[in-house]
């Protein structure tokens, strides 16, 4: 107990995991393990005296005036004289909820509201040093237990409980504020700018008429003038050039150059001088904004002056004042900058360097050379990595299976890129569905198609006829009978006061709403003994993100387990992730307009193995990184399927996702849109003539003394993907085109073009492969086509501005879908065992068989029609 309370409980929470700690530590000892039962008490034991020690701990940090202002929060009632619609809603509510919400879209309005709260947060004055003991993932379940619970209810708590679980939830809060802020501005800067450009195209398509033959327009103009060097224009040029067409070849000119970026620059100062301006001092004065690097220090600075002169009304700078140009401003647009004074004496308007300034500022946040201190997301990139990488290096080169020494692992990677680069060339000449023209491209035929399956059509009549219109909420509620998957959600307070049967039928309603996305009022009109208020109590309680991924693990696990071999093939780590579009309210930061599908929407990214099941899902924008989203889900699926291969389209690679999936040992394997463009690298220069029939597609050679250099960084960096100290869209922030020049940016990408490069031979030679990946990526199709079967309610569309409630939704998606393939898994291997039908699959039958179908399911419940009963409509007579 004491080894539990003193080493693990700071970090690990959940019981289950701490049982599985406990029977490593007694084999570690050598000591028989106890009873299961006593090993559960045990473990409840030590957590409690944790917990009764950790509070005690935190409350003896906090000053009397942070209690006070704690008690404030839950008490005080949150008024405003302010028009913006969300705080209206929460005036008559507690400070406490008013700072639980989440954040609008993209306004003024919205900067302003978070502002405020950060405001509010900060006059709580939390010590620095509050939870610098405690793991994020531990703290977090304090905050999470604050924030279900009603002011009321946490008044009545004693004070040490109280007061940590409300400092956790301001602690965490005030992180996730100050990030919702750092959100708000990169998408303000960008969105003035894009308007601006829009506005600006739509103007000059209606001006510019496209001028065609200006080589042969110039040639006739050159050819008059020098013939009549003397003559007047309108009788010499306009009889051979129109001056329509010179009208018109002017206004293309000019549209093509200074003109253009002054028009936009224009309507950027118009519309963020006369209204996002506003909220700039506010902004400065609770964001601290640094930078590790001293290339970005002009912009620091010039923050600094924006700072100074927040509260000026000048609209120059002073002559004296020094003002950081270079570094800030890009090359060739300084003179935007200036303007004459009243006495004609170029002076810099704050105003238009304000815009570049704040432009600068969201190029170096997105690539994370500029940080924000108090946030999370956006925190101090030298974070992310594990602290203690240099004392247990030799460990994590161990746990990536790697090389310590740079060399060896080059001479690898050398050995990898000829043999592949030897084996396409010497078996191009025999490969006719490849062809290396010329001009550099890559003709690559069709794969051939394949024969129809004769017997699955029969298959899926059979359990329409076996399984009529099985209920999909009898799919859910048998799938937990059999394996308990409901287990996994406890009550985020300190204790459970309904039975447990009780809680089991309400959860399985409650996940049933969310799932099929027709809501806990609907499922919960018809249940006896239920109602939407019961419903609403278990989805708060108990329904949460964390228990979900548990419940999806052990139903994928136990779809593992009961797969009969010779139907399914053996046990397999491949898998297949793509993205899927949903449409979803857009007042919140992560609805945004997708650019191929058009509307406003979410994305969910998902994992799915080559037999249709799903192993993880994510909630992601629909700009964020599909290549984070791709490694956040080969590393954090927690199952016990072990990934070795990935499919993914062109959206889901880069040179970076394959230099960081070789490192992560799982092979990357996309299936490339413009195959016809890529190219191939050399392993060294000096060999012109090597590979003879690659030459028209090879390029330059590899860098491989900038990988050597760099090898100890790539490991950090994979190393703290691998642990999870950052989320891989933080770490992967800093390996972006906005920031080439970070040399170890530089050495991903050498090390991305070696293993594409070898991808790339592996493909184009074996078609074998290509029809892998292109059914794998069949695979996730067909989940993605299943998801409007299930997720019917409101039309599909994610009803509701709250982030949280948005993963709820999606990870009861998700449950439901992989119950659905459970069940019918085992309806299949009962069909299959007969021997009329066993005999009757072919070799195509077993490649198109899959659990991942639904004729035979009803998802919307029964439909009741009784002819007697009638409406009470009429007025009763007294």
Not at 709 to 720: E, G, L, S
């Amino acid at each position: 107990m004491d080894w539990l309370v003193r080493e693990i409980l700071p970090t690990k929470a959940d019981v289950e995991h701490l049982k599985e700690i406990v029977y490593q530590r007694f084999q570690s000892l050598q000591i028989e393990p106890p009873t299961p039962g006593r090993i559960e008490r045990l473990v409840r034991s030590a957590k409690r005296t944790y917990e009764i020690d950790f509070c005690q701990k935190t409350v003896s940090k906090l000053s009397t005036s942070c209690c006070t202002a704690m008690d404030a929060l839950l008490c005080t009632k949150f008024s405003t004289s302010t028009t913006d619609n969300e705080r209206n809603e929460l005036s008559q509510a507690s400070l406490f909820h008013y700072l639980n919400s989440s954040p609008s879209r993209v306004s003024l309005n919205s900067l302003l509201t978070e502002i405020t709260k950060l405001q509010h947060l900060r006059q709580i004055e939390l010590p620095e040093d509050l939870f610098t003991e405690i793991s994020a993932a531990v703290l977090q379940t304090y905050a999470q237990r604050a924030a279900i619970e009603y002011p009321s209810h946490l008044r009545a708590h004693p004070e040490t409980i109280r007061y940590t679980l409300v400092a956790a939830f301001c602690w965490l809060k005030s992180q996730e504020v100050t990030d919702n802020l750092v959100d708000l501005l990169i998408q303000m800067v960008h969105g003035i700018g894009t308007r601006a450009e829009r506005r600006v195209n739509a103007q000059l398509i209606q001006d510019v008429k496209r001028v065609t033959g200006k080589h042969n327009i110039l040639y006739h103009l050159a050819n008059v003038s020098l013939e009549q060097p003397e003559g007047i224009v309108k009788e010499v040029i306009y009889p051979v050039v129109s001056q329509q067409t010179l009208t018109d070849l002017v206004k293309e000119l000019k549209a093509e150059g200074t003109v253009y970026k002054q028009k936009v620059h224009t309507l950027i100062r118009s519309s963020y001088s006369r209204h996002y301006r506003r909220a700039l001092p506010k902004l400065l004065s609770v964001l601290e904004f640094r930078s590790n690097n001293e290339v970005h220090r002009p912009v620091i600075e010039a923050l600094e002056l924006l700072k100074k002169y927040a509260d000026s009304s000048s609209r120059y700078y002073a002559k004296d004042e020094k003002v950081p140009i270079e570094g800030v401003l890009k090359s060739g647009w300084q003179e935007m900058l200036l303007e004459s004074d009243s006495k004609g004496n170029q002076r810099i308007n704050r105003i238009n360097y304000e815009i570049w300034v704040l432009q600068a500022l969201r190029e170096r946040l997105r690539c994370k050379e500029i940080w924000v201190q108090g946030a999370n997301r956006y925190r101090n990139p030298e974070l992310d990595l594990p602290t203690d990488f240099e004392q247990h290096r030799e460990a994590y080169y161990q746990a990536l299976n790697l090389p310590q020494d740079a060399d060896e692992f080059i001479a690898s990677l050398k050995e990898q890129m000829v043999s592949a680069l030897s084996t396409f060339n010497d078996g191009l000449p025999k490969n006719p569905k490849v062809e290396i023209l010329p001009a550099g491209k890559i003709r690559l035929s069709p794969l051939e198609t394949q024969p129809e399956p004769t017997n699955i059509a029969r298959l899926k009549t059979e359990l329409i006829e076996r399984w009529p219109m099985t209920s999909l909420l009898d799919i859910l509620k048998e799938a937990d009978l059999r394996e308990g998957f409901t287990d996994c959600f406890k009550s985020l307070a300190s204790r459970e006061a309904l039975d447990r049967e009780t809680i089991q039928k309400r959860q399985l309603l409650c996940l049933y709403g969310l799932g099929t996305n027709t809501g806990l009022k609907r499922v919960s009109h018809g249940t006896p003994g239920v109602n939407y208020h019961d419903l609403r109590y278990i989805k708060r309680r108990f329904i949460n993100a964390e228990a979900l991924r548990k419940a999806i693990a052990k139903v994928v696990n136990a779809i593992f387990r009961v797969r009969h071999q010779h139907l399914w093939g053996e046990g397999t780590s491949t898998c297949a992730s793509d993205a899927k579009k949903f449409g979803a309210w857009d007042q919140n930061l992560m609805t945004e307009w997708h650019v191929r599908y058009g509307g406003p929407g979410i994305m969910i990214y998902w994992h799915v193995e080559k037999k249709s099941t799903c192993i993880y899902s994510q909630l992601k924008s629909c700009s964020s990184s599909e290549v984070a989203a791709m490694i956040e889900g080969v590393l954090r699926h927690d199952t016990e399927m072990t990934v070795k291969k990935n499919f993914t389209d062109s959206h889901g690679q880069s040179e970076v996702a394959f230099a960081f999936s070789d490192l992560l040992g799982f092979e990357l394997m996309p299936r490339l849109k413009g195959i016809k463009r890529q190219k191939l690298y050399r392993p060294c220069a000096g060999q012109p003539n090597a590979y003879p029939s690659l030459q028209p597609i090879l390029t330059r050679a590899i860098n491989w003394e900038l990988i050597r250099q760099q090898y100890d960084q790539m490991v950090k960096y994979t190393t703290a993907l691998r642990l999870g100290t950052a989320q891989p869209e933080a770490i992967l922030r800093r390996f972006t085109r906005a920031n080439l020049k970070h040399p170890t940016y530089q050495a991903l990408a050498e090390l991305g073009k070696v293993k594409k490069t070898i991808f790339l031979c592996q493909y184009l030679h074996s078609a074998a492969l290509r029809r892998e990946i292109h059914e794998g990526l069949n695979v996730v199709e067909q989940w993605n086509s299943t998801n409007g079967f299930i997720l019917y309610g409101k039309g599909g569309e994610f009803a509701t501005n709250q982030r949280d409630e948005q993963v709820l939704v999606m990870l009861s998606l998700h449950l439901l879908q992989v119950c659905l393939v459970y069940i019918n898994t085992l309806m299949l291997q009962r069909v299959l065992e007969e021997p009329s039908w066993s005999q009757q699959l072919t070799s195509d039958d077993r490649r198109a068989l899959t659990p991942l179908i639904y004729g035979h399911v009803n998802p919307y419940g029964t439909f009741r029609l009784d002819m007697e009963e009638r409406l009470s409509l009429e007025q009763e007579v007294a």
